[in-house]
């Protein structure tokens, strides 16, 4: 595809958590321990009125569907300022920091003062119905591949809830993680392809980690991608498992749009209409199609239909692979709790419909030529809301491509429907806290940590001596642990790296459960190296165990008799080996005191 | 208020609060709506509203340039409801008093407003029209720490005027001292043939998750076609929004400074739970609506010079003296445990006996209550009970301390001294209970 020629619009926005200790405005435990819920608490929300009559469509939609949200609360990583119990308290020193560094690190403008503000949010995913968010960085950029990507903003947040559990009535959230410092970079629209918006969000995501500030792990960094094309509308696509595929469904995106707006172009020639909604249920009394038959089981069951004027032959109009603009249809029409809806574009004989139910439904509807239908079965309340749904967005093909919000498919490398995009979510100031001016001692120490990936490149390159292991380590969430053990104990890099790389995945793959051996554990590890205690072979010995701290280490080496024997020890040790010749000995040797004897030191002490 | 140097910049390009404009500084520009300075903070910092609905902190410095694009748009406007009386539907009053309930925050620039009007107030629950009819009067607009007793004494006017056409009355009150007024009108309000139910909110009303929504639904709903004749409390019963508790009014306390379900009912049980389905389960004793109307006497006499005192390890009784010094006609105790105070310590400086005889002589009322808030007061088991209540101090049963200062205040505004005595451990408005359940705490 010719992006260019397309108008292709593309930027990014990249949600990154932050390892600090405590949450955002609360001293809530905000590493994410393994907790214990200790409540649950039901709520309801709804839109807020809105100013000057503006109604938010998203907001609406979420208040139409009525759900419940019911909370899980945890004994150490909530308290009442989660569930909207009690004013925020003062703003995470530490976050602001990580924040301020990561401004830095992209070069961006800081604000006088922060102004911590309140964002709407309608899916129940605060309890507070808001978020807390302050813009900490304006107008920075990323060097990315010769030019320069404009960073437009960075702000630090909230960190929404988990969802436990979501359905047509209830969600259920899980706010352990609620409020965990989280910091957003959004870039310009200045993406040129979709392969280029995977490596701008590697690059970012790059940048971020080598702060050294954030969590590591699954949902620790998520990107969202702000996706158009000439004619086309913008789409929010969120939830992309994995950087290796965003391309492919970005393509996919692009081809979706393209196809809508030939859809919409076809409509426009044929002035399709969308009429509202008939009952029709009294024409399947007798009939032999099962799910309409299973509706009408019920004393509430009903069968309704639209006529859609000038939508034939368009409903089953391809728009990405196995999707049709009848599918875009029924996401909607699914949201009130419909299972689907069934339209005259699909082998209607396959459900088992007669001619004369057919024939009867379209004169009742008053379909001429041209025309299609869409018919939703079930409760006759939801049958309503569900072609309500559905017929708005049949109208909207008529207009064009729906700005929304777009989840990811990671199977079909598609992207489906979640919600209409909010339009310009509200924004009020957080009354609650002052706002906060800028501590520029603060600022100050923030900008000389920030990052600078070539000197980064330039010190592995320095500190490992091996290309492809220093390639490696740049990308690896080791980096920050490798820098800290070679500052920290002096040991080469060039035997760090491999331990790190290498030893850890293998230990990884063997079963072996070395995300438990803690960064105190390597560097006294490593340090105990460098100052001659144990030997090189030793240190996978010590990793097997997987230490947690440095007492753990102590131990290991202790309990595994590790310590290296060396110098006049080992000098005896020679002496005394009955082997025959040198290599002999050296053999002899090694293989009684493998783990505890340097090979190059014997090699030297040997005669 | 910017800082005088802002002001005058501002001014001189003709800029206020609300125009878009645009700052440079340095090679940065930003545009966006001028806001009002917030009281906080340094003076000297512009704050904008850029366009993404954030807004910043800018400190103007040499080169800066500032410059006006836009004069301010209209000002902006709540959402308000049409007020349509409808023929099936139950009349009921708003006694609106401010609050956080009334208070709403312009999305624009993060200022509390008052809604003063019901069609706005109401707009918060449009669906709240379909409970009854509502017509609104407005004594004060206050905060509820602001509240004085001439301030219960016009509610309680208000009040009587508004039973006499509705089956019932919301009175929308700030948290705070939501149980003091409640306590007022239990007293001043005798006689009364229809629900008067306070209500107010925890959580400020511009959020989606406010708990002003389900409490205004739930105190309607009584309001509307409850058949309880009494005054009380319709707040959250739990954190969760599933129900509110209406609890009588002598027997309710802010118990939490901040959670939705702040207000719990003290040696007493809920009068009914009430959920926004309109739902009412009764579950306490309780008056109920009269069919021969019963005059309703509105008794708002209150002496101000009664005082609550708290006794506390080493506090000073000369406090007492303070009182009588002040022609104090009625003084609360809040003691420990069963209604103790100091009798005889080690320094006997600290020894309350002498100085609540001296008061009593003086013809001061005293009553004693108990800080444990729970349970009833007791003359009798200890010797130095004996020995307070012998000095003079009308032990006051299970009653709480701040209804009995409230009460006292009432008896010694509407009776003699000596009636008023007699009278405050006595029931009046279910502010004494002759047994407590073992349930109640």
Redesign the interface.
């Given at each position: 595809m010719d992006y260019e020629k397309l108008g292709f619009m593309c930027g990014l926005e990249i949600h990154q958590r932050l390892a600090t200790e405590h949450k955002l405005f609360c001293s809530c435990d905000a590493l994410l321990p393994d907790d214990i819920s200790i409540?649950e608490?039901?709520?309801?929300?709804?839109?807020?009125?809105?100013?000057?009559?503006r109604v938010d469509l998203s907001a609406a939609f979420e208040t139409m569907r009525g759900r419940k949200f019911v909370y899980n609360v945890f004994r150490n990583t909530s308290c009442?300022v989660e569930?909207?119990?009690?004013?925020p308290h003062e703003l995470n020193a530490e976050a602001l920091f990580a924040a301020l560094q990561m401004g830095a690190s992209f070069g961006c403008?800081v604000?006088?003062?922060?102004?911590p503000?309140?964002?709407?949010v309608?899916d129940g995913s605060d309890?507070?119905?808001?978020q807390r968010?302050?813009?900490v960085g304006?107008?920075g950029h990323l060097d990315f591949d010769g030019r320069q990507i404009g960073i437009s903003?960075i702000?630090l947040e909230e960190e929404s809830s988990g969802i436990e559990h979501s359905d047509n009535r209830l969600v259920i959230y899980n706010v352990d993680r609620l409020a965990i410092p989280l910091v957003e970079i959004d870039t310009e629209p200045e993406i040129r392809e979709p392969e280029e918006a995977k490596e701008v969000a590697r690059r970012i995501g790059l940048v971020l980690r080598l702060t050294g500030k954030v969590q590591r792990g699954i949902g620790s960094i998520r990107q969202d991608v702000n996706v158009s094309i000439r004619e086309g509308a913008r789409v929010e696509i969120k939830g992309f498992q994995e950087l290796e595929t965003m391309d492919k469904i970005i393509e996919n995106e692009v081809r979706r749009q393209v196809s809508l707006i030939e859809i919409k172009k076809e409509l426009q020639k044929r002035d399709a209409r969308v009429h509202p909604p008939l009952d029709a249920t009294a024409l399947f009394g007798e009939t032999k199609v099962k799910i309409l038959r299973k509706a009408l089981e019920d004393v509430s069951g009903a069968v309704m239909a639209s006529r859609l004027q000038g939508y034939g032959g368009l409903l089953g109009r391809e728009v990405n692979p196995g999707r049709r603009l009848g599918s875009e249809i029924s996401d909607y029409a699914k949201l009130a709790g419909a299972g689907g809806i069934i339209h005259s574009d699909e082998d209607l004989g396959a459900y088992g419909f007669q001619k004369e139910e057919l024939d009867e439904l379209r004169r009742m509807l008053g379909m001429k030529e041209n025309d299609a239908f869409i018919i939703v079965a079930g409760d006759r309340e939801m049958c309503g809301g569900a072609l309500a749904f559905a017929n708005a967005r049949a109208q909207q093909a008529a207009l064009g491509v729906p700005n929304e919000t777009r989840g990811v498919n990671s199977q079909m490398l598609i992207t489906t429907f979640l919600r209409p995009l909010p339009g310009?979510?509200?924004?009020?100031?957080e009354?609650d806290v002052?706002?906060i001016?800028l501590d520029r001692e603060m600022h100050e120490k923030a900008s000389k940590q920030a990052v600078d990936v070539g000197k980064v490149v330039r010190m592995l390159g320095g500190e490992i001596k091996n290309k492809q292991l220093e390639e490696q380590m740049l990308w690896s969430p080791y980096l920050g642990l490798f820098t800290r053990i070679v500052d920290e104990t002096g040991a080469p890099g060039g035997v760090v790296a491999p331990v790190l790389l290498d030893k850890m995945t293998q230990m990884r793959r063997a079963g072996k459960n070395v995300d438990a051996i803690g960064d105190e554990a390597m560097l006294k590890i490593f340090g105990e190296y460098t100052k001659g205690r144990i030997t090189k072979t030793a240190i996978e010995e010590i990793l097997k165990q997987t230490p947690r701290d440095a007492k753990a280490v102590e131990k290991a080496i202790k309990t595994g008799r590790l310590e290296r024997i060396r110098g006049k020890a080992l000098e005896k040790l020679a002496k005394e080996s009955k082997g025959e010749g040198r290599d002999e000995k050296i053999r002899e040797i090694m293989s009684r005191h493998r783990l505890n004897v340097d090979g190059d030191e014997l090699s030297g002490l040997v005669k | 208020m910017y800082s005088r140097e802002v002001e005058a910049l501002l001014s001189k390009k003709g800029i206020a609060p609300g125009d878009a404009i645009r700052v440079s500084i340095g090679s940065?520009k930003f545009e966006g709506t001028l806001l009002p300075r917030?009281e906080?903070?340094?003076q000297g910092?512009l704050?904008l509203k850029?366009k993404?609905?954030?807004?910043?902190?800018?400190?103007l410095g040499a080169g800066s340039k500032i410059e006006k694009l836009e004069h301010a748009k209209e000002s902006?406007?709540?959402?308000r409801v049409k007020l349509e009386k409808r023929e099936n539907l139950p009349d009921v009053a708003i006694v609106a008093t401010g609050g956080t309930i009334e208070s709403k925050?312009?999305?624009?620039?993060?200022g509390?407003h008052m809604l003063v009007e019901p069609e706005e107030l109401l707009?918060?629950v449009p669906e709240i029209l379909d409970i009854a009819n509502f017509k609104l009067v407005s004594p004060m607009r206050i905060a509820s720490e602001d509240m004085l007793y001439q301030d219960w004494q016009s509610i309680a006017r208000a009040t009587a005027k508004a039973l006499s056409d509705s089956h019932g009355v919301i009175i929308t009150h700030g948290t705070d001292t939501m149980h003091y007024t409640a306590a007022a009108l239990s007293f001043m309000l005798n006689g009364i043939n229809g629900p008067v139910v306070l209500t107010g909110a925890?959580?400020s009303?511009?959020?989606?998750?406010s708990d002003a929504?389900?409490n205004l639904l739930c105190a309607a709903h009584l309001a509307a076609k409850g058949n309880v004749a009494e005054v009380g409390v319709c707040m959250h019963a739990s954190?969760?929004?599933?129900y509110c508790n209406f609890i009588r009014g002598t027997k309710v306390r802010k118990m939490h400074?901040?959670?939705?379900d702040a207000f719990r009912p003290i040696n007493g049980t809920p009068i009914a739970r009430i959920d926004?389905g309109g739902n009412i389960e009764y579950m306490g004793e309780h008056r109920r609506v009269q069919n021969g109307k019963e005059k309703l006497r509105v008794e708002s006499g209150y002496e101000p010079k009664v005082a609550l005192v708290k006794f506390y390890p080493n506090s000073d009784p000369e406090i007492v003296d303070f009182y009588i010094g002040k022609r104090y006609k009625g003084i609360i105790i809040e003691g420990t445990g069963m209604g103790h105070v100091a009798v005889s310590p080690s320094d006997e400086r600290y020894s309350w006996l002498g100085h609540i005889k001296r008061a009593v002589d003086a013809g001061v009322v005293v009553g004693m209550t108990s800080q444990t808030l729970n349970g009833r007061v007791n003359a009798n088991v200890y010797r130095n009970l004996r020995l307070i209540s012998g000095a003079g101090a009308i032990y006051c049963e299970d009653m709480l301390p701040e209804v009995a200062l409230v009460k006292l205040g009432w008896l010694l505004g509407n009776h003699k001294r000596a009636e008023a005595a007699k009278m405050l451990n006595r029931n009046i408005a279910g502010e004494i209970t002759e047994r407590t359940e073992v349930d109640w705490f």
């Open positions: 409540a608490i039901d709520r309801r929300q709804r839109a807020v009125a809105g100013e000057l009559g009442l569930v909207d119990e009690e004013p403008w604000p006088a003062e922060f102004e503000m309140r964002k709407e309608v309890p507070s119905a808001f968010t302050l813009l304006h107008g903003s702000f310009g979510a509200r924004m009020y100031p009354t002052r706002p001016p | 940065k917030p906080f903070g340094d910092v704050v850029l993404n609905g954030y807004n910043v902190g800018l400190k902006f406007a709540f959402p925050v312009d999305y624009m620039t993060g509390v707009a918060q925890q959580r009303g511009d959020r989606g998750s929504y389900m954190s969760s929004d599933n400074t901040t959670k939705r926004a």
